[in-house]
């Protein structure tokens, strides 16, 4: 299991220098980038989708 800990690790950090090298910018910007900026609009987007959901339940439950 360590191995493929280690070549999911290693894949992962490939893909993300290969995006900055795409996008211009250093691996630090596009690890800032994903942790700051992406992976919070992404959680925000969750859990609107699942606030949204809960309404949708209720409504239908009261149509019963």
């Not at 280690?6 to 942790?35: E, S």
């Amino acid at each position: 299991m360590t191995q493929f800990g280690f070549t999911l690790y290693a894949a992962c950090v490939d893909f993300m220098v290969r995006v900055a090298a795409l996008a211009g910018a250093t691996y630090r910007d596009a690890n800032a980038f994903l942790f700051f900026v992406l992976w919070p609009v992404v959680t925000v987007a969750l859990l609107a989708i699942v606030a949204w959901q809960a309404v949708v339940l209720r409504r239908l439950e009261r149509r019963r």
